[in-house]
């Protein structure tokens, strides 16, 4: 039995009354997110003064100071990790942490720098040119994919952040894979233990730089990490993806590279 015009028309009104209110007034997954009142994800990244490696250890320690703590979790800042890794011929770090999804999504970095402005970064950091336009030490990546994956509560097994760069000519391929997640990419990370991915990109001089975060919340890295290979979906995926990217200058041996995580500190592995 077809509707009648009336009910047509009724469901559509509603649905232009809907589209007024809430993530359906957004345009993008990206704007429907920030409208969830969810937590967002964030991507800092700064280069780091050759003179100041030696006290970054140091400087780390005081991230677990009380009052460091108490005004990050003010700031509505958690699940904070910082790498590090040499880019270019430049040593870079790179802090991610999950935001409260009620504050504005582009105060991430102010709200960063406030909380840990006893670490005086501005002596230590060398800020990105665009950061400088934004009054800021810290750069906010653009952030442009997230997937939550397994919602096994508390701190993760291991976390993991790698970086490529991507091909410019396919830079909006890449983007519209991203905005468009295949189900099965999805449901492999669930299966393989994987929790927030997120992707960042940002550019260094003339390259475009993605960073690659996820969570590992498993038992068994080594078999949950054979069967995401073996996943018949995931190698579609990465056919598509591997196309529109690249190792970063002088890594050899395949397309990602490891940046060394520096906070937290790697607890010791157990014998």
Not at 72 to 96: K, Q, T, W, Y
Not at 125 to 134: D, K, S
Not at 218 to 230: I, L, P, S, V
Request: charged fraction near 25%; aromatic fraction near 10%; proline fraction near 8%.
């Amino acid at each position: 039995m077809c509707p009648k015009p009336s009910s047509l028309r009724f469901g559509l009104a509603l649905l232009l009354l809907l589209a007024g209110h809430g993530p359906l007034a957004a345009f993008s997954p990206y704007e429907s997110y920030l409208a969830s009142g969810e937590a967002t994800q964030v991507g800092l990244i700064a280069a780091l003064r050759p003179e100041s490696g030696a006290e970054i250890p140091t400087l780390f320690e005081t991230l677990d100071e009380a009052y460091v703590v108490r005004a990050l979790a003010r700031e509505g800042i958690r699940g904070l990790s910082i790498f590090s890794r040499e880019i270019d011929g430049s040593p870079h770090l790179v802090a991610r942490f999950l935001y409260d999804g009620d504050r504005s999504y582009l105060g991430a970095a102010e709200a960063f720098e406030r909380a840990t402005g006893s670490l005086d970064w501005e002596t230590h950091l060398e800020p990105h040119p665009r950061a400088l336009r934004y009054g800021r030490i810290w750069l906010q990546m653009e952030w442009i994919n997230h997937i939550r994956g397994d919602r096994t509560p508390g701190p993760p097994k291991d976390r993991v952040l790698l970086a490529c760069e991507i091909i410019p000519e396919k830079e909006a391929h890449y983007r519209t894979l991203h905005q468009t997640v295949w189900p099965g990419v999805v449901d492999q990370a669930i299966r393989g233990r994987i929790r927030d991915l997120g992707i960042f990109l940002v550019e260094l001089d003339e390259r475009l730089i993605e960073f690659l975060y996820l969570e590992y919340m498993g038992r068994d890295a080594e078999g949950d990490d054979a069967a995401n290979k073996a996943d018949p979906v995931n190698q579609r995926w990465w056919r598509q993806t591997d196309a529109c990217q690249r190792p970063l200058p002088g890594v050899t041996g395949g397309i990602w590279s490891p940046l060394l995580q520096r906070y937290p500190a790697q607890p010791p592995e157990v014998p």
